[in-house]
């Protein structure tokens, strides 16, 4: 791990004493990350081993856990999996592994966010951040054009009839709708909806906006709400209702 003196600008604004729990053996590399957590304004608890995180996190009851692999007793993995049985609290796995199979072994496993060693700790912090904001959308019911999306309870209505989202697909418009007439490209849009380690295709983009279209719009021949941008990507075109 990269160890630096704390910076005063690492601040998030939406901690709101925010409760994170760090699953670490490294003593060293335990204490650096919840220095700069709780600098940043985060309540931090810390365990050990595999077994006292469980009991940690069904104790403390934490908004985050930054969770190492390789933790003594049980596996950060076999945590991360317990975990997910029981719970839907964001998970960031922490370890030396590098190679693709590894990373996706932690996401299959329920991670959010995975981040290998070594690592900045301002870098966690910003992570950290991002993570519990895609956790906790602020809760607002966006009326644009007919369409009313209520991002608290993730629901979606045209005309006042409920429409049946996917996840991606109601991730993908909560950004557009929040902010219409914007021109997103499709890897902005992708990053901003699913995190910067997204690795969307275009086309995977593409076949979310068309199902969209599919389900929201009047004529798809002529799309009015999500919109194409060509040479860019989308934009929601609706105007407020």
Not at 37 to 51: I, K
Not at 130 to 136: C, I, P, Q, S, W
Not at 162 to 173: C, G, K, P
Request: charged content about 30%; proline content about 5%; glycine content about 6%.
């Amino acid at each position: 791990m990269k160890e630096s003196t704390p910076a005063a600008g690492v601040r998030p604004t939406d901690t709101v004493r925010s409760r994170i729990l760090v699953a670490d053996d490294n003593t060293r590399t335990q204490e650096a990350i919840a220095l700069y957590l709780r600098h940043a304004g985060y309540e931090v608890d810390v365990a050990a081993t595999g077994p006292e995180a469980l009991a940690r996190a069904a104790d403390v009851n934490p908004d985050l856990i930054v969770l190492d692999v390789m933790l003594p007793g049980l596996s950060g993995l076999d945590v991360c999996r317990a975990l997910r049985e029981r719970t839907d609290v964001p998970i960031i796995m922490v370890t030396a592994r590098t190679s693709e199979d590894d990373k996706l072994e932690g996401l299959e496993c329920g991670a959010d966010d995975y981040v290998t060693k070594p690592f900045s700790p301002r870098e966690l912090v910003a992570r950290v951040s991002t993570v519990l904001r895609r956790a906790r959308p602020v809760p607002r019911v966006i009326n644009l054009a007919g369409v009313t999306i209520d991002c608290t309870a993730r629901e979606v209505r045209r005309d006042g009839c409920i429409v049946a989202m996917t996840r991606a697909e109601f991730r993908l418009l909560e950004v557009l709708a929040s902010s219409p007439g914007r021109a997103w490209s499709r890897a902005a849009l992708a990053e901003r909806a699913f995190g910067q380690d997204y690795d969307a295709l275009d086309r995977t983009i593409d076949a979310h906006i068309m199902n969209l279209r599919r389900k929201l719009e009047r004529d798809r021949s002529k799309p009015a709400l999500i919109q194409t941008v060509f040479g860019v990507g989308y934009r929601f075109g609706g105007e407020h209702a």
